[in-house]
Antibody, heavy 115, light 110 residues
Framework: EVQLVESGGGLVQPGGSLRLSCAAS????????MNWVRQAPGKGLEWVSR????????SCADSVKGRFTISRDNAKSTLYLKMNSLRAEDTAVYYC????????WGQGTLVIVSS | QSALTQPASVSGSPGQSITISCAGT?????????VSWYQQHPGRAPKLMIY???DRPSGVSNRFSGSKSGNTASLTISGLQAEDEADYYC??????????FGTGTKVTVL
């Protein structure tokens, strides 16, 4: 059974940093592109970033460019999102998703940016 | 990276068919056959319903179907059921190796 389990969310002050993790199981992690998608409270979905199978190609939304970095460790079947210079508007549930069609989603981890 | 445009709400009676539109540009919906649709119930993670414009994942009811014409994609739900009441989002691959989601549509079963 495919499982994606996010962790690392929490309350952080504006300007602070967090690193999210997504532990994958039930499939060959290294064979899939992976993504981060977020959803602000009461709002719609927003694609954040994606990474190729080998980690050598990444892309991200303009809203997080220069602040967020996606990475992966295929040996540990884990996806990461390092978030720096956090702003109030980054407050959201962050989901990791699999592949080109986002066919599996984790349960999400909540990030709150507030003083 | 502007969001794709969806109607805020669509409603229908049980058994009826409804269609949700997803309007984009030639840089996303119109340029690639990588349009997907997701269903999200309150407090839950989104669930993939349609991928690659009109393919259904295993386990998804054939009452859900997708299509695309030009820069606009559509999701049709036939034989509407109470359990279909949820938020629906489209997404599309876009230029520069990015993705974009739609604004979301709340489906109400009357």
């Amino acid at each position: 059974e495919v499982q994606l389990v996010e962790s690392g969310g929490g309350l952080v002050q504006p300007g602070g940093s967090l690193r999210l993790s997504c532990a994958a199981s039930g499939f060959i992690f290294g064979n899939y592109w992976m993504n981060w998608v977020r959803q602000a409270p009461g709002k719609g979905l927003e694609w954040v970033s994606r990474i190729r199978t080998d980690g050598n190609i990444t892309s991200c939304a303009d809203s997080v460019k220069g602040r967020f970095t996606i990475s992966r460790d295929n040996a540990k079947s884990t996806l990461y999102l390092k978030m720096n210079s956090l702003r109030a508007e980054d407050t959201a549930v962050y989901y990791c998703t699999r592949g080109w069609g986002f066919d599996y989603w984790g349960q999400g981890t909540l990030v709150i940016v507030s003083s | 990276q502007s969001a794709l445009t969806q109607p805020a709400s669509v409603s229908g009676s049980p058994g009826q068919s409804i269609t949700i539109s997803c309007a984009g540009t030639s840089s996303d919906v119109g340029g690639y056959n990588y349009v997907s649709w997701y269903q999200q119930h309150p407090g839950r993670a989104p669930k993939l319903m349609i991928y690659d414009v009109n393919d259904r994942p295993s386990g998804v009811s054939n009452r859900f179907s997708g299509s695309k014409s030009g820069n606009t994609a559509s999701l049709t739900i036939s034989g509407l059921q109470a359990e279909d009441e949820a938020d629906y989002y489209c997404s599309s691959y876009a230029t520069s190796n990015t993705y974009v989601f739609g604004t979301g549509t709340k489906v109400t079963v009357l």
